[in-house]
T-cell receptor, first 116, second 111 residues
Framework: DGGITQSPKYLFRKEGQNVTLSCEQNLNHDAMYWYRQDPGQGLRLIYYSQIVNDFQKGDIAEGYSVSREKKESFPLTVTSAQKNPTAFYLC???????????????FGPGTRLTVT | GQQLNQSPQSMFIQEGEDVSMNCTSSSIFNTWLWYKQDPGEGPVLLIALYKAGELTSNGRLTAQFGITRKDSFLNISASIPSDVGIYFCAGPTGGGNKLTFGTGTQLKVEL
């Protein structure tokens, strides 16, 4: 089955530790995205990547880092510099077949990170 | 940046009732997307709209692309308990490379 996998579903860390969230897709999509969602809030873009070895900052990139070494993988590292890291993190992907590509993004199940 | 405001913020409805919600923007969009998010899960795409005035259905859901291109509407007919969740609208920004999401409408169904 094609889809987006995020692991783990729940993650707990101590304050001051870096933590890496996994996102893998087998949809052969070119673009991948990371969002943060706080309770009762909408989705805010952290980073996105449209091609391997290239990525762009979103609206709230501070305290986060990403890599895109493979088309199917886009891991997100939450660093100790992120002031309020506890949140629900969502990964998404999108197909870019060429000019006029549809804008639909498809989401993974999310990872809930709790930092104490 | 562009903001998408959704109304109502939340609503309780009786099972079997029809539901209407909307999404408005201060800027023009050329695409509107509607997503539903179940508690603790990722959003799922419900309907995509690409043309002003377009009316598209997906089962009991119907969405419309406003003719001003600054708004979109989602209707759910004959609500059932599994309609509970948060409904988000979204539109492309950043030259089409990103999506801006609305503030969400939380739907709660009374049995």
């Amino acid at each position: 089955d094609g889809g987006i996998t995020q692991s783990p579903k729940y993650l707990f860390r101590k304050e001051g530790q870096n933590v890496t969230l996994s996102c893998e897709q087998n949809l052969n999509h070119d673009a991948m995205y990371w969002y943060r969602q706080d309770p009762g809030q909408g989705l805010r873009l952290i980073y996105y990547s449209q091609i391997v070895n290239d990525f762009q900052k979103g609206d709230i990139a501070e305290g986060y880092s990403v890599s895109r070494e493979k088309k199917e993988s886009f891991p997100l590292t939450v660093t100790s510099a992120q002031k309020n890291p506890t949140a629900f993190y969502l990964c998404a992907s999108r197909d870019l077949p060429g000019q006029g590509a549809p804008h639909e993004q498809y989401f993974g199940p999310g990872t809930r990170l709790t930092v104490t | 940046g562009q903001q998408l405001n959704q109304s109502p913020q939340s609503m309780f409805i009786q099972e079997g009732e029809d539901v209407s919600m909307n999404c408005t923007s201060s800027s023009i969009f050329n695409t509107w997307l509607w997503y539903k998010q179940d508690p603790g899960e990722g959003p799922v795409l419900l309907i995509a709209l690409y043309k002003a005035g377009e009316l598209t259905s997906n089962g009991r859901l119907t969405a419309q692309f406003g003719i001003t291109r600054k708004d979109s509407f989602l209707n759910i007919s004959a609500s059932i308990p599994s309609d509970v969740g948060i409904y988000f609208c979204a539109g492309p920004t950043g030259g089409g490379n990103k999506l801006t999401f609305g503030t969400g409408t939380q739907l709660k169904v009374e049995l």
